[in-house]
């Protein structure tokens, strides 16, 4: 038997996870999307094809969440793109990747052959997360001013700089200086650790 005519017949069994076998259109909303979806794809490039197909097999869920999608160029033994999904948040990420070889088959399915089916996460939808994660936090306090040294405390960082090579000692001063304003701020306490054995 030849691998098409095995592929035919494989595609031609009773397939419980594929949603085109599992709900006919029943509104006539369902049949005019399927046929304006079917007059589209005959024209389409390749992509949009892809897209088009991911969003008949994917299932609302993921499709609501579908950004974009790319295949990649032919390649491997089998000279089959790689189909990258891109999605609008990290929500489904997860539940999509653990299932991509089903959505594989379900591709071939539908007529479209991919080696791999990829999820990433779409550049827009992560400035969208790295701006709430910023609103989350709020703005950011300022430090508070630091008290300056006393005479007798820039007496002592200039001695104690002396004995460190010239081309060191300017930013060896400015640390030492920094780190005593600091420290007059918040002074250092004690560390309290819990007793060992209580």
Same mark, same amino acid.
């Given at each position: 038997?030849?691998?098409?005519?095995?592929?035919?017949?494989?595609?031609?069994?009773?397939?419980?996870?594929?949603?085109?076998?599992?709900?006919?259109?029943?509104?006539?909303?369902?049949?005019?999307?399927?046929?304006?979806?079917? +007059? /589209? *794809?005959?024209?389409?490039?390749?992509?949009?094809?892809?897209?088009?197909?991911?969003?008949?097999? &994917? =299932?609302?869920? #993921?499709?609501?969440?579908?950004?974009?999608?790319?295949?990649?160029?032919?390649?491997?033994?089998?000279?089959?793109?790689?189909?990258?999904?891109?999605?609008?948040?990290?929500?489904?990420?997860?539940?999509?990747?653990?299932?991509?070889?089903?959505?594989?088959? +379900? /591709? *071939?399915?539908?007529?479209?052959?991919?080696?791999?089916?990829?999820?990433?996460?779409?550049?827009? &939808? =992560?400035?969208? #997360?790295?701006?709430?994660?910023?609103?989350?936090?709020?703005?950011?306090?300022?430090?508070?001013?630091?008290?300056?040294?006393?005479?007798?405390?820039?007496?002592?960082?200039?001695?104690?700089?002396?004995?460190?090579?010239?081309?060191?000692?300017?930013?060896?001063?400015? *640390?030492?200086?920094?780190?005593?304003?600091?420290?007059?701020?918040?002074?250092?306490?004690?560390?309290?650790?819990?007793?060992?054995?209580?």
């Amino acid at each position: 038997m030849g691998q098409s005519r095995k592929r035919w017949l494989e595609r031609m069994e009773y397939d419980p996870l594929d949603p085109a076998k599992q709900h006919k259109p029943e509104t006539a909303a369902d049949l005019v999307s399927g046929y304006l979806d079917a +007059r /589209l *794809a005959r024209g389409a490039n390749k992509t949009l094809q892809a897209l088009t197909i991911w969003r008949n097999i &994917a =299932g609302k869920r #993921a499709s609501k969440h579908t950004v974009a999608v790319w295949l990649s160029d032919p390649a491997g033994p089998r000279n089959l793109p790689d189909l990258v999904v891109y999605l609008d948040g990290n929500a489904l990420m997860v539940d999509l990747s653990t299932n991509a070889e089903l959505y594989g088959d +379900r /591709l *071939a399915h539908a007529g479209l052959e991919v080696a791999h089916v990829r999820f990433k996460l779409s550049r827009k &939808a =992560g400035q969208i #997360a790295q701006q709430r994660m910023a609103a989350a936090e709020g703005p950011a306090d300022e430090p508070p001013e630091l008290p300056a040294l006393t005479p007798y405390e820039r007496t002592r960082i200039a001695a104690d700089v002396e004995r460190i090579p010239a081309s060191m000692r300017e930013d060896v001063s400015k *640390a030492m200086e920094m780190s005593l304003r600091r420290a007059k701020v918040a002074p250092t306490q004690e560390a309290k650790s819990a007793p060992q054995n209580p």
